[in-house]
């Protein structure tokens, strides 16, 4: 059986990164981390400038703030390799997976 013979349900039990795909593409999933990137970019624009990678970080967060549903479909992808991940996940943890891949993302 090839790849191109799986389909999307067979694929979610035999690659678990296909169910992690799906779940970034989930509408309400990508609203928390939405809502969740901006709360943090905003933060880091607040930073001391002695913060490590201060400029790539506040550079990044001025791109979230601009084009937030942009940057949060590149975030979703990264916030769903983080931990276990689901759509149920709490909004504390999903944040700590956006802090932890924030410095990955800002270069």
Do not use: W
Not at 28 to 41: D, E, G, H, N, S
Request: some cysteine; overall charge neutral; hydrophobic content about 45%.
């Amino acid at each position: 059986m090839s790849t191109h013979d799986i389909n999307e349900q067979d694929a979610e039990g035999l690659f678990p990164s296909f169910g992690q795909f799906n779940i970034c593409k989930n509408t309400v999933f990508r609203r928390r981390v939405q809502v969740l990137l901006v709360k943090i970019a905003i933060a880091v624009m607040s930073e001391p400038n002695s913060t490590e990678n201060h400029n790539e970080r506040v550079n990044f967060a001025r791109k979230i703030l601009r084009k937030p549903a942009i940057e949060t479909a590149n975030v979703a992808v990264g916030v769903v390799t983080q931990v276990d991940i689901t759509c149920t996940t709490t909004d504390a943890v999903l944040a700590g997976a956006i802090e932890a891949i924030f410095n990955a993302y800002a270069g």
